[in-house]
């Protein structure tokens, strides 16, 4: 997508159901096999009280975002903020929304204003997105 195609305020989202198969292949690619991901038992004894997405997971939907919708493919990511909120438990359904913040012309940079929520509308990440968009 071309500077001149976007406009402050424009946004985009993108959904899923996080799975129990979703965290353990991410634990396969990462390396991340934190007991509060994976196993159960010790899960139930965290202060989450059962298991939880990654963070790095969660907060992935919204390179879904930037990189497939909006500006789309050819898009790179330059710069990211999260700041985690809450849990994102097995079978939650979450939606990372992205909004044109600001237009840096001159470098051809976007900055975006992020949130991912869960089903109950609950904020589970802020943050921004530096976007240094495709030619």
Known sequence: MKMS???IGQSASFSKTITE??????????GDANPVHINEVHAKESIFKGRVAHGMLTASLISTVLGMYLPGPGSILAKQEIKYLAPVYF???ITATCTVKEKIEEKNLVVFDCTVTNQNEKTVIVGSSTILLGK
């Open 21 to 30: 198969t979703d965290v353990y292949l991410f634990a396969g690619i990462s």
């Open 91 to 93: 079978n939650d359904t």
């Open 5 to 7: 195609e976007l406009s």
